[in-house]
């Protein structure tokens, strides 16, 4: 399937998706009070409800889905493992870090901004010393194991900040946020996450070409005038951005980055530059979907959407390695 066409057909499940979003709830609306919402006019709890909940909850499932989806084909690509996640370079771990910190301070009560500053100050904080622990010219491996030293140190301050919490409800704060959700959610944190995401993704589109290269080996890349140094920090910092800056909005959603690259990479011939864009956009189409799920599902409370994607994603990653494992048996 040519990749133009696989972006085109996932664009348009996106579209549906996004309408899907804006329609149901607790509260049915049809296309009408939508619309007429969406430009300020109607009922004014209709207005309410589509501005200030459903709309800023779908947009920010794009860019969550879309950042994931998208640093885990590119990851995949420049490690050259199927089983590479955005999480192994640390920065996930490191933005949940930064988060925990602001909610145990009590910052994000006093300055509403603080927990997505703080959570993207760590991350970047987290990907430099990544930089530097690995070096100029580190290897793959090298990069691998410094990434999870990286989050294994993040998890830890982690957990050092959760048993040292001053109270229980600051604790409980934590821990949902940790587990991620769109809930409750505004345009505000939209637009701070949206540049980072822009920036990060520009980044990581550039280096398409560069990763189908890296296919031949890193060896054979170099020899067709391939910089794996620029490759690697293309990559690295433009994950590091644009994970950084949805972790930091939308708390912890594992697997996205996993099991989005793997079901389409069969569609594109494996090319790892035409996994790039079907990627991003089947990420946001796997979160807005499993969003969706979260909300109607019958519950005494809405699950977390965290929860469900390690649900679905935690199985399929057992079933990728035992099919790996097979394969070389």
């Known amino acids: 399937m040519r990749p133009a ?42 207005v309410t409800i589509v501005q200030e909940i459903r709309l800023p909850r779908a947009l920010l499932g794009i860019l969550v889905g879309c950042a994931l989806g998208l640093s885990g084909a590119a990851l995949q690509g420049l490690l050259r493992n ?58 793959t491996l090298t990069l691998i194991l410094s990434g999870i030293a990286i989050s294994s140190l993040a998890v830890a301050l982690t957990s050092l900040a959760m048993n040292l919490s001053p109270n229980p409800f600051a604790l ?18 939209v637009v701070l996450s949206a540049p980072f995401v822009l920036g990060g993704g520009v980044l990581m589109m550039a280096a398409g070409r560069g990763l189908d290269v890296l296919t031949l080996g890193e060896e054979a890349a170099a020899s067709l005038g391939v910089s794996l140094r620029r490759l ?37 011939r494996h090319r790892p530059s035409a996994l790039l864009l079907p990627s991003a956009l089947g990420g946001a ?38 099919k790996m494992r097979w394969s070389r048996s």
């Open 5 to 46: 066409f696989l972006s085109a057909l996932l664009g348009a499940i996106l579209s549906l998706l996004v309408l899907a979003s804006l329609h149901l709830g607790a509260a049915a609306l049809d296309s009408a009070d939508i619309l007429a919402a969406l430009v300020g006019q109607g009922d004014p709890r209709m």
């Open 285 to 322: 189409i796997l979160v807005l979907a499993a969003d969706l799920a979260v909300r109607l599902i019958p519950a005494r409370s809405e699950l977390m959407l965290g929860v469900l994607t390690s649900l679905v994603g935690a199985p399929f990653f057992l079933a990728l390695i035992l």
């Open 232 to 268: 690697r920090l293309q990559v690295v910092i433009g994950g590091a951005l644009a994970v950084g800056a949805v972790v930091a909005a939308a708390g912890s959603v594992g697997f996205v980055g996993l099991v989005v690259p793997h079901l389409l990479r069969p569609w594109v």
């Open 172 to 189: 409980s704060e934590i821990v949902l946020w940790l587990l991620g959700s769109l809930k409750d959610r505004s345009l505000d944190d």
């Open 82 to 139: 199927p089983l590479a996640d955005p999480g192994i370079i640390g920065t996930s771990a490191s933005a949940g870090f930064g988060a925990v910190v602001a909610l145990y301070f009590g910052w994000a009560l006093v300055f509403p901004w603080a927990l997505p500053l703080s959570a993207m100050t760590c991350a970047a904080g987290g990907t430099l010393l990544l930089l530097a622990v690995a070096g100029r010219d580190s290897g």
